[in-house]
């Protein structure tokens, strides 16, 4: 069964980083474009970071410039989301997800997810 599984959350302080990755399995994902989401407590599920098949093309979303950095590896089948100056506003369940084709923002695009991983910045 195609399954999607987060991994490296955790409890940082402010400014620290922190490293997700999200490991694919049950399928081949050649072809996958993939991508980070988050959600906070009472707020929308939003758009992080995405990367294309090959990774010649990723997106973040503006708040994260400079801060959060996405990458790929398909002889793991795994995509990692680099986590630099963590905010507490950055705090969320992250979500990885998976659709076939190009990198889209709006999460419903996407026909995989992963089940989450919580990600905590205390001040």
């Known amino acids: 069964q195609v399954q999607l599984v987060e991994s490296g959350g955790g409890l940082v302080q402010a400014g620290g980083s922190l490293r997700l990755s999200c490991a694919g399995s049950g399928r081949t994902f050649s072809g996958y474009a993939m991508g980070w989401f988050r959600q906070a407590p009472g707020k929308e599920r939003e758009f992080v970071a995405g990367?294309?098949?090959?990774?010649?093309?990723?997106y973040d979303a503006g708040s994260m410039k400079g801060r959060f950095t996405i990458s790929r590896d398909n002889a793991k089948n795994t995509i990692y989301l680099q986590m630099n100056n963590l905010k507490p506003e950055d705090t969320a369940v992250y979500y990885c997800?998976?659709?076939?084709?190009?990198?889209?923002?709006?999460?419903?695009?996407?026909?995989?997810w992963g089940q989450g991983i919580q990600v905590t910045v205390s001040s």
């Open positions: 997800a998976a659709r076939l084709g190009a990198v889209q923002i709006p999460g419903h695009l996407y026909g995989y």
């Open positions: 990367i294309s098949w090959t990774g010649g093309i990723t």
